[in-house]
Each structure stands twice: as C-alpha cells, then as structure tokens.
C-alpha cells in the first residue's frame, strides 16, 4: 500500500522564479493538505484540497496555489520566489470526512531552497 | 504568544533514561491532541493521538492530557537511540472536513549508546 509520494525530493531556485510540487496521496485518500515547514519549525498549514477545490486555506500570500487532479494527487506552485520561501514543504492526504483528525498520512516533504 | 508550545531542545539523554517531552497550548478550544515524531528529512509520523483527559499508553510511550492546565507530556521510557528524533506536538480543535492542524516547533531528541 502506498504512502504519501512527493516529488522532487529537493529544489534549488532562485528568488524571483516559479516553483511546481507534486503529491500523490496515500491510495483511497481523497483529500490533500499542503503544510511548510522552515528549519527548526513546526509545520505551517497552506492549504487542504478535495473534489479539485481548495477548502480551507492558512495564513499564505496568493504566490502560493494549488491543484488538484481527478485523481486525487495535487500542485503547489509559489511564485516570485523570496529566500524566506525556503523550507520543507509536505504533503499530507487523508480520506474526506474522516472524523478523527489524527487520519493525516504525510509524505517524506520536498526540501525547496531558493537562493 | 504562540497558540502550541514546546521546549526546543536539543535534549540529550543515555540510552535507558526516562524522557519527559513538554507541550503547553493557549487555546482551550484544542480537543484532538497528537504526537508526531520526525526523523531527519522525513515526514512526520504519527506516534500517539487522544483526545480525553488522562493518559495514554503505548508500550515505552505515554501521552498525558490535562485540559486544566492545558499541559500535554510525552513521556518515553527506557529510551533507545532510534527514538532520537525531533518529537512534534499537534492539534485540532475541530473533527471532520474543518480541521487544521496547529503544531509546535518541536523538541529536538538524541538518546546516546
């Protein structure tokens, strides 16, 4: 059974460039939140997408958005790149209207570092 | 004030010790409490979930849950040099489709041979 895969595993950038992530979620997950998480912190929530829209969305500029495909793996994309863009960003899937919020299955995240 | 709290460490403990992990949390609408453990360029897995007061046992982990006080220890028994990771407190004050999980910064573990 499948996990949570993300891709690539690391990026260099440099500011001002666009940048694509790529998720698929844990096989029978439907539902998929991207979180960031910077050197020494914990993870930040971005955004949570099902049935290809964007349900709840965290505190994150418009540079940063998303997609979802029919089958069910997501994008993030963040333009205009600035260096505090820097960080770990995971996937995380789960199955839509799981009740416990501990459902999350998370991938092993993409180490962006934009110079 | 930041809504979850931990200590950050590094913590550095010998193999067989007793760990005591420490997250305190400001907002009395938390009801789901979660311990994530993170190893190094990984992703976070989930390690003890509860959402009553009390503690939670699982083998060498114990969770604790005091709403009063808004505290929620992580204890690790008999520690062993896998358990060195960074430990991640989360929680959610909702169930269902309108939860978000709000973590800490996490505790940096190494449990030495």
């Known amino acids: 059974d499948a996990g949570v895969t993300q891709s690539p595993t690391h990026l260099i950038k440099t500011r001002g460039q666009q940048v694509t992530l790529r998720c698929s979620p844990k096989s029978g997950h439907d539902t998929v939140s991207w979180y960031q998480q910077a050197l020494g912190q914990g993870p930040q929530f971005i955004f949570q997408?099902?049935?290809?829209?964007?349900?709840q969305r965290g505190n994150f500029p418009d540079r940063f958005s998303g997609h979802q495909f029919p089958n069910y793996s997501s994008e993030l994309n963040v333009n205009a790149l600035l260096l505090g863009d820097s960080a770990l960003y995971l996937c995380?899937?789960?199955?839509?209207?799981?009740?416990?919020?501990?459902?999350?299955?998370f991938g092993s995240g993409t180490r962006l570092t934009v110079v | 004030q930041k809504e979850v709290e931990q200590d950050p460490g590094p913590l550095s403990v010998p193999e067989g010790a007793i760990v005591s992990l420490n997250c305190t949390y400001s907002?009395?609408?938390?009801?789901?409490f979660m311990w994530y453990r993170q190893y190094s360029r990984k992703g976070p897995e989930l390690l003890m979930y509860?959402?009553s007061s009390g503690n939670k046992e699982d083998g060498r982990f114990t969770a604790q849950v005091d709403k009063s006080s808004k505290y929620i220890p992580l204890f690790i028994r008999d520690s062993q040099p896998s358990d060195s990771a960074t430990y991640l407190c989360a929680m959610s004050a909702n169930a269902g489709n309108n939860r978000k999980l709000i973590w800490g910064l996490g505790t940096s573990l190494a449990v030495n041979p």
């Open positions: 509860t959402y």
């Open positions: 907002n009395s609408a938390f009801q789901y």
């Open positions: 997408y099902y049935e290809e829209e964007e349900r």
């Open positions: 995380a899937s789960i199955i839509f209207g799981t009740q416990q919020p501990y459902g999350y299955t």
